[in-house]
């Protein structure tokens, strides 16, 4: 049995994938369980891998420390390339708004830290994990930790310590102060409903409707001439004539009166638009497509999978010129796009093609359409990527007193979101499937959380004997003040819809089970809105704040 012993207390590399696996699924199948409704997730693998380390099952330290920091660099890169193509758009319709909210929650959260420090004699090290666990964020925990390594040279266990044990109430006082919010502010969700109701036509990016063309002083103009006069953009995909004739429209076709257009425009042209063609009337997708004499057009949506197409622009395709069809919308990540010109196009978008059949069938052989092809991984980006993160993320930024960098969480984080915005500008193709990406995901935080259970576990039980248990209670106080106050101020100032309030909560404190509870209470999408919004923001201030407040203690 010696040979069982040695598998199970050993420092072979055997051992320590065999307990990193151990300490993985029996995390995960405690996750499952919910109290009230919350769960604590994969966050259970840190306090098996904590229980496992305490009854001495550890693992060798280098190949821990390794598993370590790739596991977290897979968690950040992989939101980084989620997040990357739609980052520099949530800024728009009110971003601004969601991401200073967010960046005030974590300010006064190491605010209070700090203050927490001064008046409690708290190490900064034990603090800044206490914080990371009190706002429920992995990446900072990983920056800090990297970040005293760098500076110190050594570890400092009582940074995953302070987070292990701050973590559970974190969790639950984000939910408990989502739900006082909405008691103490007296919220009617009825209320909020309505008010969501009357902003929806905003969160669109293009509108779809049908004209008449009444307009006797453009009578006989084509639509290029009607475009460069009201000075707006907007596309028709289709012109049903007096007589009954159904045709495609470009900017060649001739409008006359009586002509009922397809017109496709943003929501803020839309006013004007009508003005100029007529009046709107109420026409179905049927009888555009089916029940129009000659109607011998189809409309299909195409997905781009051919990689010799990603970065290219629809003027570079010319696939109105050569096969005679009209792009009416491009769809990206679920968000339909108003096509023009200079749009780029990207692998895994879908476009929506109309024309006669053998000409959309063309068009479907050029951009590829092939679902197969989408399920092959893109490596290259991945690993050029990572290499090209954590060149970026070893980069001096400032000098107080040691270097500040992006570091092993940062660096890749930055760049994942650069390369999912511009990659397709150098030949990457950026795109991965939804289970793909969090597959990665999963994979990073969980070897991240188990090797940090099984680094902290040896100290816990003293830890909390030796007065840890007052952590529990400063990562209360740094958890609930921040959010209640940037929560009422939003609220009461801001007028924020509290839809969107509890997910930019959620998103601030990088929360999915806050934000699972936000979405289940709003029946909506609102909250995952504001989350994705704030989150790749908070992530990076997250990091780089987690780290300059360890350097102040070196």
Same mark, same amino acid.
């Given at each position: 049995? /010696?040979?069982?012993?040695?598998?199970?207390?050993?420092?072979?590399?055997?051992?320590?994938?065999?307990?990193?696996?151990?300490?993985?699924?029996?995390?995960?199948?405690?996750? *499952?369980?919910?109290?009230?409704?919350?769960?604590?997730?994969?966050?259970?693998?840190?306090?098996?891998?904590?229980?496992?380390?305490?009854?001495?099952?550890?693992?060798?330290?280098?190949?821990?420390?390794?598993?370590?920091?790739?596991?977290?660099?897979?968690?950040?890169?992989?939101?980084?390339?989620?997040?990357?193509?739609?980052?520099?758009?949530?800024?728009?319709?009110?971003?601004?708004?969601?991401?200073?909210?967010?960046?005030?929650?974590?300010?006064?959260?190491?605010?209070?830290?700090?203050?927490?420090?001064?008046?409690?004699?708290?190490?900064?090290?034990?603090?800044?994990?206490?914080?990371?666990?009190?706002?429920?964020?992995?990446?900072?925990?990983?920056?800090?930790?990297?970040?005293?390594?760098?500076?110190?040279?050594?570890?400092?266990?009582?940074?995953?310590?302070?987070?292990?044990?701050?973590?559970?109430?974190?969790?639950?006082?984000?939910?408990?102060?989502?739900?006082? #919010?909405?008691?103490?502010?007296?919220? *009617?969700?009825?209320? /909020?409903? /309505?008010?969501?109701? %009357?902003?929806?036509?905003?969160?669109?990016?293009?509108?779809?409707?049908?004209?008449?063309?009444?307009?006797?002083?453009?009578?006989?103009?084509?639509?290029?001439?009607?475009?460069?006069?009201?000075?707006?953009?907007?596309?028709?995909?289709?012109?049903?004539?007096?007589?009954?004739?159904?045709?495609?429209?470009?900017?060649?076709?001739?409008?006359?009166?009586?002509?009922?257009?397809?017109?496709?425009?943003?929501?803020?042209?839309?006013?004007?638009?009508?003005?100029?063609?007529?009046?709107?009337?109420?026409?179905?997708?049927?009888?555009?497509?089916?029940?129009?004499?000659?109607?011998?057009?189809?409309?299909?949506?195409?997905?781009?999978?051919?990689?010799?197409?990603?970065?290219?622009?629809?003027?570079?395709?010319?696939?109105?010129?050569?096969?005679?069809?009209?792009?009416?919308?491009?769809?990206?990540?679920?968000?339909?796009? #108003?096509?023009?010109?200079?749009?780029?196009?990207?692998?895994?978008?879908?476009?929506?093609?109309?024309?006669? /059949? *053998?000409?959309?069938?063309?068009?479907?052989?050029?951009?590829?359409?092939?679902?197969? *092809?989408?399920?092959?991984?893109? #490596? !290259?980006?991945?690993?050029?990527?990572?290499?090209?993160? !954590?060149?970026?993320?070893?980069?001096?930024?400032?000098?107080?007193?040691?270097?500040?960098?992006?570091?092993?969480?940062?660096?890749?984080?930055?760049?994942?979101?650069?390369?999912?915005?511009?990659?397709?500008?150098?030949?990457?193709?950026?795109?991965?499937?939804?289970?793909?990406?969090?597959?990665?995901?999963?994979?990073?935080?969980?070897?991240?959380?188990?090797?940090?259970?099984?680094? %902290?576990?040896?100290?816990?039980?003293?830890?909390?004997?030796?007065?840890?248990?007052?952590?529990?209670?400063?990562?209360?106080?740094?958890?609930?003040?921040?959010?209640?106050?940037?929560?009422?101020?939003?609220?009461?100032?801001?007028?924020?819809?509290?839809?969107?309030?509890?997910?930019?909560?959620?998103?601030?404190?990088?929360?999915?089970?806050?934000?699972?509870?936000?979405?289940?209470?709003?029946?909506?999408?609102?909250? %995952?809105?504001?989350?994705?919004?704030?989150?790749?923001?908070?992530?990076?201030?997250?990091?780089?704040?987690?780290? !300059?407040?360890?350097?102040?203690?070196?």
């Amino acid at each position: 049995m /010696e040979w069982l012993q040695s598998l199970f207390f050993g420092q072979s590399i055997a051992q320590a994938v065999l307990v990193i696996s151990l300490v993985i699924t029996l995390g995960i199948m405690l996750g *499952k369980i919910k109290i009230g409704g919350i769960s604590l997730g994969v966050t259970w693998i840190l306090f098996v891998g904590i229980a496992m380390s305490h009854f001495g099952m550890s693992i060798n330290g280098e190949i821990r420390h390794f598993a370590q920091e790739f596991g977290l660099i897979l968690f950040v890169f992989s939101i980084g390339l989620q997040v990357g193509p739609s980052f520099f758009s949530s800024f728009k319709q009110g971003g601004m708004k969601l991401v200073g909210c967010a960046a005030a929650i974590v300010l006064l959260g190491v605010l209070t830290a700090g203050v927490l420090h001064l008046v409690t004699g708290v190490p900064i090290p034990t603090m800044v994990g206490i914080l990371s666990g009190a706002v429920t964020n992995t990446p900072g925990l990983g920056a800090a930790q990297q970040a005293y390594v760098d500076t110190a040279g050594v570890q400092d266990p009582s940074i995953a310590l302070g987070y292990a044990v701050a973590y559970p109430l974190g969790v639950v006082g984000i939910i408990l102060t989502i739900i006082f #919010l909405r008691f103490a502010l007296r919220v *009617k969700l009825e209320r /909020e409903d /309505e008010e969501l109701a %009357a902003l929806s036509h905003e969160h669109h990016l293009i509108e779809k409707f049908s004209l008449e063309f009444t307009n006797q002083l453009l009578d006989g103009r084509s639509v290029e001439y009607i475009r460069d006069l009201i000075n707006r953009q907007f596309v028709i995909s289709r012109v049903i004539h007096a007589d009954g004739e159904l045709t495609m429209a470009d900017g060649d076709t001739l409008l006359h009166l009586g002509d009922k257009v397809r017109m496709i425009c943003q929501p803020e042209d839309s006013e004007a638009i009508t003005a100029f063609f007529g009046h709107t009337i109420e026409m179905s997708d049927e009888e555009w497509g089916h029940n129009v004499p000659n109607a011998h057009f189809i409309s299909r949506r195409i997905l781009i999978t051919k990689p010799e197409i990603n970065g290219k622009k629809f003027s570079d395709l010319r696939l109105r010129t050569k096969y005679g069809i009209t792009i009416t919308r491009v769809n990206r990540a679920g968000v339909d796009l #108003l096509p023009y010109q200079g749009l780029e196009l990207q692998v895994g978008d879908r476009v929506m093609v109309v024309g006669p /059949e *053998k000409s959309v069938a063309k068009v479907a052989d050029v951009l590829g359409n092939s679902l197969k *092809k989408l399920d092959h991984p893109n #490596l !290259i980006t991945l690993f050029v990527g990572i290499a090209l993160g !954590i060149l970026l993320g070893s980069i001096p930024l400032l000098n107080i007193p040691q270097p500040v960098k992006l570091g092993l969480a940062g660096g890749p984080l930055v760049l994942a979101i650069l390369i999912g915005r511009f990659g397709t500008h150098f030949g990457l193709v950026t795109y991965t499937t939804m289970s793909a990406n969090l597959m990665l995901r999963e994979i990073g935080i969980a070897l991240f959380l188990a090797c940090v259970g099984l680094g %902290a576990g040896e100290g816990f039980i003293d830890a909390i004997v030796g007065g840890g248990y007052r952590w529990i209670g400063y990562g209360a106080i740094i958890t609930v003040l921040p959010l209640l106050l940037v929560g009422t101020f939003a609220r009461l100032v801001l007028k924020m819809n509290y839809y969107t309030l509890i997910g930019m909560i959620s998103g601030a404190m990088t929360d999915p089970p806050a934000l699972a509870y936000s979405s289940t209470l709003a029946g909506n999408d609102m909250p %995952a809105v504001s989350y994705s919004t704030v989150y790749p923001v908070v992530m990076f201030l997250r990091v780089v704040t987690a780290q !300059i407040f360890i350097l102040f203690a070196l």
